[in-house]
């Protein structure tokens, strides 16, 4: 299959070189120059997409993020470009088009349980800007889409945790936060490519919720620095837990978030 990437960042070019090596024709939409040998790249603004004078596509991954993450960015990474890549790739056979969203779309500040059954209520107005992504690409494609809600992407840089351990003396609650390595995201995303009936959406963390604060204290042992205290026992954040991802087939390698802390810091 020829496979167009929209947005080649870190998780698209892992995923883009497993697919390559299952076989299929990989293009990718970028705004700086890449060298990846196994694709072929192309240096576009998404807001004026223009792919009349590539092959036929047969699927396609967007995965674009602003350079801020400030509700004007989300706007306009998220949101406005979608009419100009939908336009884009009408002229084409796109059997399927997966969506790279967020679990911010969820409800949800106390410390609930969310699956991918839970009702879509963003507190926020960036969460709702990257549901509004979502519903106009559900429009625009129907069963086609496939939208992919990742919980917080880790696994190639611990320096905003040491920061977090250096500089975090008090924790004011106790906030859950959820964690997906990428190296399991990019398989994901990848292995979708031979779901024969794909989901409309599927969350994507490693199942483990954590409270933020023991993270933070595992960093401050591990760099014998002074251990955080916390505050209080009122809760936060959600404990997110991915469902239909498993009923895939999909296997987790990475469930112990610690241990490949441990290895980003040796």
Known sequence: ???LFIGYGKTSTRVAKQLFQQGHQITTISQSPKTDHYATHLI?????LDLTHLPPIDWVYVLLSPSQSTVEGYQQTYV?????IVHALKQHPVQRIVVVSSTRVYGGNAGERIDDESALQPVDDQGRLLWKMEQLY??????RCIIIRPTGIYGTSVARMIKLAEMTQRYPQIHWSNRIHIDDLARFLAQLIHVEHPGNSYIVTNNQPLPLHEVIQWFQRQLDLPELV????KESGKRIFAKRMLETGFQLEHQ???RDYKKLLI
């Not at 559900?138 to 069963?143: D, I, N, V």
């Open 44 to 48: 576009q603004d998404v807001h004026q």
């Open 80 to 84: 406005d470009s979608v009419p100009p």
């Open 256 to 258: 112990d978030c610690f």
């Open 138 to 143: 559900q429009q625009a494609f129907a069963e």
């Open 230 to 233: 916390v505050e209080s026992q």
């Open 1 to 3: 299959m020829h496979i």
